[in-house]
């Protein structure tokens, strides 16, 4: 039977994470690591997942009772996008799936936006049924918003449609932006950080103070805003001083933590223009913007800081089939 390969990038944020969330503006880009996913028909009436990457040896649930009783973690997103397509487009056929990553899920790289878009595209190339890429993100999006309750969709953005993107929350806003060449480092903490739970922390805040944590918003989108200009023009120096000043926003809203604090200071002290967290904060990775010759000692400072330096190239392909056998 037909089997269909495709697959997605992960993402870095560069400016603007949790703000985006209630509207405001950001920028991020894709990167060449990739989450893939092969699915096929199988004529037994049931989804069979493997997703090695996250220890899922086997899952099996029928067509009929997607999205009911307990759903494992690592296979939600999943289940519940195959749910969504299914209700969608009216079709029923059992499908054999397995999902491959590039790399490790701990790095906060969006391999949950990665695996639903590489997912849904090919279930769109299975079923031959065109879908345009608004069409995706919004089948995308909403799976992702059943599985974890928030999120602005600048994962799935990135996933779908690839390269450096200045991103409105809510999807008002999806622009390409020129990012050739961008001399960024980036550095893994070593620890994992829960989206969903920083999401709601910040949520908490804003509810208790309210004026400051927008203020905080409008500050953060207003150096989005120069950052923009900044990368379009290669501006490295303002490009550096936005990294930092955005840095110390996420610090006010209580995001990072002293091991990102650790990184960025190190990656400061060797050099770099500017450094900051990417993404919801608390772990994950930081990024650092280099001078031409910054690249070895400030990656060596990163790592005697206790970080990982992951190499990745900047503003790849979006969304796309890799094979059809
Ligand atoms: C997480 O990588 C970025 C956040 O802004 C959440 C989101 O936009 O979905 C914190």
């Known amino acids: 039977m037909e089997r269909i390969s495709t697959s997605a990038p992960g993402k870095l944020m560069l400016f603007g994470e949790h703000a985006v969330v209630y509207g405001y503006p950001c920028i991020v880009t894709a990167v060449d690591q990739r989450m893939r996913v092969i699915v096929g028909f199988n004529g037994r009436g049931a989804i069979g997942v493997r997703a090695p990457q996250v220890g899922l040896d086997r899952y099996h649930k029928r067509i009929a009772d997607l999205g009911k009783q307990e759903v494992p973690k690592p296979v939600q997103f999943i289940e519940v996008l195959v749910k969504n397509f299914y209700e969608q487009y009216e079709v029923d056929r059992g499908l054999d799936i397995l999902t491959e990553s590039d790399f490790s899920v701990n790095f906060g790289f969006g391999s949950s936006a990665a695996v639903t878009t590489a997912l849904a ?3 769109s190339k299975l079923y031959s049924i065109q879908m345009s890429k ?9 799976s992702v918003l059943e599985v974890q309750g928030v999120g602005s969709g600048f994962d799935i953005a990135a996933a779908i449609y ?23 480092i980036v550095g893994y903490t070593g620890v994992k950080a829960d989206t969903p739970t920083l999401v709601r922390q910040v949520a908490e805040l804003r509810r208790r103070r309210k004026a400051k944590v927008n203020k905080i918003f409008a500050e953060i989108a ?3 805003e120069t950052a923009r200009g900044a990368l379009t023009e290669k501006n490295y120096v303002l490009l550096g001083r936005a990294m930092d000043r955005n840095q110390k926003l996420l610090s006010d809203l209580g995001v990072s933590s ?18 900051k967290l990417s993404g919801a904060g ?18 060596k400072a990163i790592e005697e ?17 890799e094979k059809r056998a």
């Open 134 to 142: 608004k069409g995706l993100f919004d089948l995308c999006y909403k």
């Open 282 to 299: 608390g772990g994950d990775c930081m990024v650092a913007l280099r001078s031409a010759q910054g690249k070895l000692a400030i990656g």
């Open 258 to 275: 002293k091991e990102l604090d650790r990184l960025i200071a190190a990656a400061r002290r060797a050099g770099a223009l500017g450094a």
């Open 162 to 184: 690839g390269e450096t993107l200045y991103f409105i929350g809510g999807r008002k806003e999806i622009k390409p932006l020129d990012s050739d060449g961008l001399p960024l």
């Open 305 to 321: 800081a206790g970080g990982e330096v992951i190499d990745v190239e900047l503003g790849t392909e979006g969304v796309r089939l």
């Open 121 to 123: 595209f090919g279930l």
């Open 222 to 224: 207003e150096i989005v």
